[in-house]
């Protein structure tokens, strides 16, 4: 099984197949989730207004990166 790209910590956005609305992020990767039956990643995800959320690997990108860190 390949490796999660994304680890606790790392901030993403969702997808507009999330729901099929567009979310407000980013989202912070909170924890990794054991794989579904079709062995897709899921994570735990805790958004801007404190609730968090199960999503599949599918329904996050990275997070645009603002170039403050280097």
Do not use: C, W
Request: aromatic share 6%; hydrophobic share 25%; proline share 11%.
């Amino acid at each position: 099984m390949a490796r999660a790209p994304y680890k606790p910590g790392d901030l993403v956005e969702l997808t507009r197949d999330f729901a099929n609305q567009p979310r407000v992020g980013p989202f912070e990767i909170t924890q990794l989730m054991p794989s579904r039956d079709n062995r897709e990643e899921q994570y735990r995800v805790r958004g801007p207004d404190g609730r968090e959320r199960a999503i599949d690997h599918h329904e996050i990108e990275p997070a645009p990166h603002d170039g403050a860190e280097e």
